[in-house]
């Protein structure tokens, strides 16, 4: 495998691992681990910003004239980035829930 391919695999690898830690955070949450569950967002910020750096690669590729494929496996890593950033963004909200509801984020 190379090229294209590679870097499409490379994304969807390290969307997974964000959207793997997400889900942990998530349950970290709901265990009141509070520190466990910030490690494990971090984690996956961490993890989507080398896809994005590897997207970020695409793009540069695609404005300096050089021809990109657009194939179900770039729509497949694409899709994934964007629903794996959704996610991080409902479990940063839902901590801010969960520590509030266990008095750790009185206002």
């Known amino acids: ?14 969307v997974g691992d964000a959207k793997s830690f997400l889900f942990q955070a998530l349950k970290a949450a709901r265990e009141e681990d509070f520190k466990a569950a910030e490690k494990f967002i971090e984690d996956a910020d961490e993890s989507l910003l080398k896809a994005h750096e590897i ?10 004239g050089e021809p990109i494929v657009v194939s179900i496996l770039l729509m497949h890593a694409e899709d994934q980035m964007m629903s794996t950033e959704l996610l991080r963004d409902i479990t940063n909200e839902m ?10 984020d009185k206002k």
């Not at 495998?1 to 390290?14: A, K, P, T, V």
């Not at 997207?55 to 300096?64: G, I, P, S």
């Open 95 to 104: 901590l801010l829930v969960h520590k509030k509801y266990s008095g750790i």
């Open 55 to 64: 997207h970020a690669e695409l793009l540069q590729q695609e404005t300096q």
């Open 1 to 14: 495998m190379e090229g294209m391919e590679l870097l499409n695999f490379q994304m969807i690898s390290n």
